[in-house]
């Protein structure tokens, strides 16, 4: 009897570590396909906002486990969202712009120039605070019924609310930039893909929690 219920419980565990590697399996490959379909609809220019957001709603089907054509999702999104995706991407790309050529303007200053110390420091947390609504911003760009203000009133929130997951993820970026300067093909497979699945993933957990805080009360 003994020796059942120990097949029993390793049959259990066996099929709980195989459950775990093909879902482990599945984000990898769903990640990699997707960020490759990014990177090259973007060679086109025109479908980037467009598939942009085709990565997070990818990604959020992933998340919730929904079997979905990976290839045909993406396309038809962006085949769907061709010129509306502009108008929401566009703000995210004048002030990404901005930002660059800000930083390339600071970098070539002379280093004796005593406030060259200051705006770097104040370019780095801008840029921090631009990547956490743009990614907040398009993990929420799916629900079509709040406008671009909302969207990013809820990024602001989100992120000053909850500083562990913010923290969490500024470590997890930090590491994926640290680990392509080692392994470029990390670049190819998962520069976008990967983000979005962080904020994505941390978009829904801290919806969830909010929205059952607010139940309680």
């Known amino acids: 009897m003994e020796m059942r219920e120990e097949m029993d419980n390793r049959e259990t565990q066996n099929g709980k570590r195989q459950s775990v590697v093909v879902t482990f399996t599945e984000y990898v490959s769903g990640l990699a396909q ?34 979905f054509p990976i290839w045909k999702t993406f396309k038809d999104y962006v085949k769907a969202n061709l010129w509306s995706s502009i108008g929401r991407g566009a703000p995210f790309f004048i002030l990404g712009l901005v930002m660059l050529v800000d930083a390339i303007v600071v ?45 990013l009133l809820t990024a602001i929130v989100y992120t000053g609310r909850y500083p562990l997951y913010s923290l969490g993820l500024v ?45 309680l009360t």
């Open 34 to 67: 997707l960020n490759v379909l990014w990177l090259l609809s973007s060679l086109l220019i025109l479908p980037l906002f467009a598939a942009t957001e085709a990565v997070f709603y990818c990604v959020t089907l992933l998340i919730k486990k929904q079997p």
């Open 107 to 151: 970098s070539v200053m002379p280093r004796t120039n005593t406030i060259r110390p200051f705006l770097m420091g104040a370019l780095i947390v801008l840029s921090i605070v631009f990547i956490f609504l743009f990614f907040y911003h398009h993990a929420g760009v799916i629900d079509r019924k709040k406008s671009l203000k909302e969207r």
């Open 171 to 215: 470590a997890v970026l930090l590491s994926q930039v640290l680990l392509s300067l080692y392994f470029v093909p990390l670049l190819f497979f998962f520069s976008l893909s990967f983000p979005a699945f962080c904020f994505t993933l941390v978009y829904q957990r801290v919806g969830e929690r909010i929205k059952n805080l607010d139940q």
